[in-house]
């Protein structure tokens, strides 16, 4: 009798590294892929080492290619929604993962070897995640492990997640690269900044000492780190040091229970009971970004995409006073399934110079974009 086909794991190329190193520098030389130099500070938020980007190239970053001119006497038709995962470019297609699945480059990419897993087939990006769409990705968390790397998994869906394609897929990005541009780790300041391909390379104006070391995610199953963050997320240790990796219906097991709790989360926090049993496919019932390391899956239920960035309205209303200072809004933090990384990212100088002159902004948008705490704090994990 043959195995149940989630049983099988899924391998891709031992190679796969240097398939995606490759594939991105002939990209980027040739056109094919947009990569966005960067401007890095680490903000120390509550403890909490946390990443702030600047990447100015994308506020011009398109949305698509333009609609085709419609053809003499041809009758109107509706506009196709741009997808570029169904029959992406060649110079973007890294590799096929089984039957089912491509791993496809990020062409707007701002960490360097930025990659995608997309379904080969149309999927909604709002449904819950199959057993081959774990399956898919941690065989690329697996091919990087075994050549000595790292990479960050994370998944965007529904409306405050962040979520910019409908067609599934899921981000992969190594760690190393993510440590591109940050500061020196003897220099940097909880608002320190370091350049990774212009910029003005300013520094900030606190002193405590804080590195970014690896991706936040990989930090949640400790209780005292996740009470540090002003949101909810649940963490579940998928791998064990010397252990084979998981199966695919391990993976689905451990992200059901884990959206599950982020569902009794929201509606915890809405004040309304969850009716009868969350289905285990189809459409979400919530917003949500999921994040996979080797080791660990996390979920955060998300109930803002993010905030409003403000400054004081006049030099003069810096300096505090009586009353409440006016201020004025200079852009919006959009965080999506990064935010589990540790990392943001800023498009205007002005949101950049905002959020590092006052890094305690970004720590009150966190607040809003998830579910607070109870009075209880954070349970175990799973």
Same mark, same amino acid.
């Given at each position: 009798?043959?195995?149940?086909?989630?049983?099988?794991?899924?391998?891709?190329?031992?190679?796969?590294?240097?398939?995606?190193?490759?594939?991105?520098?002939?990209?980027?030389?040739?056109?094919?892929?947009?990569?966005?130099?960067?401007?890095?500070?680490?903000?120390?938020?509550?403890?909490?080492?946390?990443?702030?980007?600047?990447?100015?190239?994308?506020?011009?970053?398109?949305?698509?290619?333009?609609?085709?001119?419609?053809?003499?006497?041809?009758?109107?038709?509706?506009?196709?929604?741009?997808?570029?995962?169904?029959?992406?470019?060649?110079? %973007?297609?890294?590799?096929?993962?089984?039957?089912?699945?491509?791993?496809? %480059?990020?062409?707007?990419?701002?960490?360097?070897?930025?990659?995608?897993?997309?379904?080969?087939?149309?999927?909604?990006?709002? +449904?819950?995640?199959?057993?081959?769409?774990?399956?898919?990705?941690?065989?690329?968390?697996?091919?990087?492990?075994?050549?000595?790397?790292?990479?960050?998994?994370?998944?965007?869906?529904?409306?405050?997640?962040?979520?910019?394609?409908?067609?599934?897929?899921?981000?992969?990005?190594?760690?190393?690269?993510?440590?591109?541009?940050?500061?020196?780790? +003897?220099?940097?300041?909880?608002?320190?900044?370091?350049?990774?391909?212009?910029?003005?390379?300013?520094?900030?104006?606190?002193?405590?000492?804080?590195?970014?070391?690896?991706?936040?995610?990989?930090? %949640?199953?400790?209780?005292?780190?996740?009470?540090?963050?002003?949101?909810?997320?649940?963490?579940?240790?998928?791998?064990?040091?010397?252990?084979?990796?998981?199966?695919?219906?391990? %993976?689905?097991?451990?992200?059901?229970?884990?959206?599950?709790?982020?569902?009794?989360?929201?509606?915890? +926090?809405?004040?309304?009971?969850?009716?009868?049993?969350?289905?285990?496919?189809?459409?979400?019932?919530?917003?949500?970004?999921?994040?996979?390391?080797?080791?660990?899956?996390?979920?955060?239920?998300?109930?803002?995409?993010?905030?409003?960035?403000?400054?004081?309205?006049?030099?003069?209303?810096?300096?505090?006073?009586?009353?409440?200072?006016?201020?004025?809004?200079?852009?919006?933090?959009?965080?999506?399934?990064?935010?589990?990384? *540790?990392?943001?990212?800023?498009?205007?100088?002005?949101? /950049?110079?905002?959020?590092?002159?006052?890094?305690?902004?970004?720590?009150?948008?966190?607040?809003?974009?998830?579910?607070? /705490?109870?009075?209880? *704090?954070?349970?175990?994990?799973?």
């Amino acid at each position: 009798m043959s195995p149940h086909p989630s049983a099988v794991p899924l391998l891709a190329p031992k190679n796969l590294p240097e398939l995606v190193r490759t594939a991105f520098n002939r990209a980027r030389a040739s056109g094919d892929v947009n990569f966005y130099p960067t401007q890095a500070a680490v903000l120390d938020l509550n403890s909490v080492p946390f990443q702030l980007r600047f990447a100015p190239s994308l506020a011009n970053k398109p949305k698509g290619p333009p609609p085709r001119p419609p053809q003499h006497n041809a009758p109107p038709s509706p506009a196709r929604p741009f997808d570029p995962f169904d029959n992406p470019p060649t110079p %973007l297609l890294v590799t096929g993962l089984g039957a089912s699945h491509i791993l496809v %480059l990020n062409k707007f990419a701002v960490v360097p070897e930025h990659a995608i897993v997309a379904t080969r087939a149309f999927a909604r990006q709002t +449904h819950l995640l199959a057993p081959a769409d774990l399956a898919a990705v941690y065989a690329c968390i697996d091919a990087y492990d075994s050549e000595g790397g790292q990479l960050f998994a994370f998944f965007n869906s529904g409306t405050h997640s962040g979520a910019s394609q409908a067609h599934r897929h899921i981000q992969l990005l190594p760690v190393e690269r993510m440590r591109d541009g940050l500061p020196d780790t +003897h220099t940097s300041s909880s608002s320190s900044s370091s350049s990774s391909g212009g910029g003005d390379g300013e520094t900030g104006d606190t002193d405590a000492a804080v590195e970014w070391a690896d991706v936040l995610a990989s930090s %949640l199953l400790d209780e005292t780190t996740r009470a540090r963050l002003p949101f909810q997320t649940f963490a579940h240790r998928i791998r064990n040091s010397g252990s084979p990796a998981p199966d695919a219906d391990a %993976l689905h097991a451990a992200y059901l229970a884990l959206y599950n709790q982020a569902c009794a989360a929201v509606s915890a +926090h809405d004040h309304h009971d969850i009716d009868g049993i969350i289905p285990e496919e189809g459409e979400a019932r919530i917003s949500y970004n999921l994040a996979m390391t080797r080791d660990v899956m996390v979920v955060v239920p998300r109930l803002a995409e993010g905030g409003e960035i403000t400054v004081p309205s006049s030099p003069a209303s810096a300096g505090g006073g009586g009353g409440a200072t006016p201020r004025k809004t200079v852009g919006k933090l959009a965080l999506n399934g990064t935010v589990l990384a *540790g990392t943001a990212l800023v498009k205007s100088a002005a949101e /950049w110079h905002a959020l590092r002159q006052d890094p305690g902004q970004v720590l009150d948008i966190l607040r809003r974009i998830g579910v607070p /705490w109870g009075e209880d *704090g954070p349970s175990s994990s799973l």
